[in-house]
């Protein structure tokens, strides 16, 4: 696999009442608080199914319990708006390493999902992979335990040597960059076999060759995002209202 191209942040806008078509070229890419008011939960929730709402029951955090199902809402809603069809009417599925999917759809468009402390981020894509990730960069996480276990030896000795004042933005930055990929690849959740792949020292800046791109959405303050595709496309980033 070549190396990965790593592109600018974008910034996400809201959204045209007409969207530019999600076709080969474009990859769309949407922001969402996961905090809306009681109405629009209620509205967003409506088409989640009881079994999915049934599934996350024994959560014992209330918050990741909404958060779960209002980005799940989110995601029927948003399907809706690109196949022409009620967000109730959208079926999915899992794929064996958790990677929700279209059911019945002829699986051209692609889509992605991530969501971390309030926020969520969709990524839709045709006949191209993508996947996405978003973190909140929090200060409490054992970013040097973590690193000595999922990155390369070489890569965790590097961003142990980094001063604290720039370390945490670049372990997320690394941190969503892999997961992205891992999403887009279609691997399971932390595998361990790409790291010196998708580390942001080793990246290229071309991406001619079809091999992976990995943009930086930048959802809101104190978040890291990455959208990685197959190829380089024409990102659009919009705010769900």
Known sequence: MSETAVQHRFAFVPAPEALPALDGEHAHVWSASL??????????EA??????????????????????????????????????????????????????TLVSEDSRIQF??????????????????VGVDVEYMRRDVPIDAIARRFFAPAEAAHLAALPVNVKTRTFFEAWTQREACLKALGKPPHN?????VLSPRYATQTSEDGGMVVVRP?????????????????VHCWRWA
């Open 35 to 44: 905090t809306p008011d009681t109405d629009q939960r209620a509205h967003i």
């Open 47 to 100: 088409c989640v199914p009881p079994a999915e709402r049934q599934a996350v029951v024994g959560w014992k955090s209330t918050k990741r319990r909404h958060e779960y199902i209002c980005t799940r809402g989110l995601l029927r809603h948003l399907l809706g708006r690109y196949l022409g069809e009620p967000p109730q009417a959208i079926a999915l599925a899992r794929t064996p390493f958790g990677k929700p």
């Open 112 to 129: 992605s999902v991530s969501h971390s402390h309030g926020c969520a981020l969709f990524a839709f894509a045709r006949e191209r992979p």
């Open 192 to 196: 361990g076999s790409i790291e010196r």
């Open 218 to 234: 930048a959802p809101a303050e104190g978040y890291i995002g990455a959208l990685a595709m197959m190829g380089m496309q024409v």
